[in-house]
Structures are given as structure tokens and as C-alpha cells.
T-cell receptor
Framework: EPEVTQTPSHQVTQMGQEVILRCVPI?????FYWYRQILGQKVEFLVS????????KSEIFDDQFSVERPDGSNFTLKIRSTKLEDSAMYFC??????????FGDGTRLSIL | LAKTTQPISMDSYEGQEVNITCSHN???????ITWYQQFPSQGPRFIIQ???TKVTNEVASLFIPADRKSSTLSLPRVSLSDTAVYYC???????????FGKGTTLSVSS
């Protein structure tokens, strides 16, 4: 069964540094998403992406964040000038637009 | 997006059927009902989706009454590996953001 893959599985970064989280969505999917989950808390929506542009974003997704689909397969989340509170699991998801979203197993981001 | 309400936790034993009910009184005409499962340190996993009546797949059934103001996820003969958090979400399908609540933590014992 096709799946969403995310790399790296764990990223440790110094506060203030930039980090790029990578995702390979399911190949025939058209919609792409990033979510995050702080330890012990709910899964939170960050951004959705369709037709090479952001279609929806949450209040969390401020100027510190950006997304890109640099080629036909990858979908990236860039976090500039990381803060301690950015430490979380970051999940990528993709969908055809029907039938639910398919999630990767996440990148655990630890900011020191 | 319609708000959902589901029990915070449920306990069961191996081999039993588990039914988790979700309330969504303000569901809109275009909204679908989707259930996800999440294990610790993993991403949510799509279980089942429905619009009305009953939907069944290889892992679960979803029962939706005519008024669509609630839905019930049914897990037949649970095992220890079904211990997880289960989320009920309501929304339209076309690329909409998922708004997760706290879900229902299901604990299955032997």
C-alpha cells in the first residue's frame, strides 16, 4: 500500500537555526498538508497546499514557516529561526481530495 | 467545521466489540464523517469514512443515523494492538484541514 514518507525521523537543532523537514506524499495525491503535535497535546493543523500554492493556513503558520514543493515528489516545511516551543512531532499528510488524508509517521523536532 | 464530542476514554477486553460514539450536532450537508487511529509516536491513520447509513471495511464499521447528528465506530473483536487514540472528525472532503480534538483513548486488556 502506498504511504507518505518523512525524513528525518528525528531532528535535533539549536535554537535560532533553520530546519527543513521533508516529505514524499503518495504519488497520485493532489492535496498536501503539515500538522504538528506537541508532546501530550492535540494534533494541530499548520497548512494545506494545492496546485502549487497554499490553500489554507492556521494562526500557527506565521512568517517563520514556509512550504515548498520543489519537484514532482517532495513537499517540504521550512522553519526559520527555530524556538524552543517549536519542539514537536511534525506530520505530513496527503490526499486525493476524497477518502481521507494519509499521514506519515512524522519527524520529531527537538530544539535545544 | 462542525464540532465533535466523544468520550475521553474507554476500556475493553480482548475479543470484545467496542463501539465509540461521536456527537456532531452541527454537521453540514456537505460534511463527511471520518475516523482516525493514532498510536504513540506515529501519525494518525485513516480508519473509515462515511456520509450516511452504514459503511464497513476490513477493520471497522461506521454507523450513521438518518439525522447524521452522531456516528458510531464499531471495532469487532478488539485485540491488545487496538489500544490507541481514536478521533472522530467532520468536514467536507475537498482538501479541508482536519481539526483534531482530544479523541477517545481506548485501552484493551487481556
Amino acid at each position: 500500500e502506498p504511504e507518505v514518507t518523512q525524513t528525518p525521523s528525528h531532528q535535533v537543532t539549536q535554537m535560532g537555526q533553520e530546519v527543513i523537514l521533508r516529505c514524499v506524499p503518495i504519488s497520485n495525491h493532489l492535496y498536501f498538508y503539515w500538522y504538528r503535535q506537541i508532546l501530550g497535546q492535540k494534533v494541530e493543523f499548520l497548512v494545506s497546499f494545492y496546485n502549487n500554492e497554499i490553500s489554507e493556513k492556521s494562526e500557527i503558520f506565521d512568517d517563520q514557516f514556509s512550504v515548498e514543493r520543489p519537484d514532482g515528489s517532495n513537499f517540504t516545511l521550512k522553519i526559520r529561526s527555530t524556538k524552543l516551543e517549536d519542539s514537536a512531532m511534525y506530520f505530513c499528510a496527503s490526499s486525493e481530495g476524497t477518502g481521507g488524508q494519509h499521514f506519515g509517521d512524522g519527524t520529531r523536532l527537538s530544539i535545544l | 467545521l462542525a464540532k465533535t464530542t466523544q468520550p475521553i476514554s474507554m476500556d475493553s477486553y480482548e475479543g470484545q466489540e467496542v463501539n465509540i460514539t461521536c456527537s456532531h450536532n452541527n454537521i453540514a450537508t456537505n460534511d463527511y464523517i471520518t475516523w482516525y487511529q493514532q498510536f504513540p509516536s506515529q501519525g494518525p491513520r485513516f480508519i473509515i469514512q462515511g456520509y450516511k447509513t452504514k459503511v464497513t471495511n476490513e477493520v471497522a464499521s461506521l454507523f450513521i443515523p438518518a439525522d447524521r447528528k452522531s456516528s458510531t465506530l464499531s471495532l469487532p473483536r478488539v485485540s491488545l494492538s487496538d489500544t490507541a487514540v481514536y478521533y472522530c472528525l467532520v468536514g467536507d472532503q475537498a482538501g479541508t484541514a482536519l481539526i483534531f480534538g482530544k479523541g477517545t483513548t481506548l485501552s484493551v486488556s487481556s
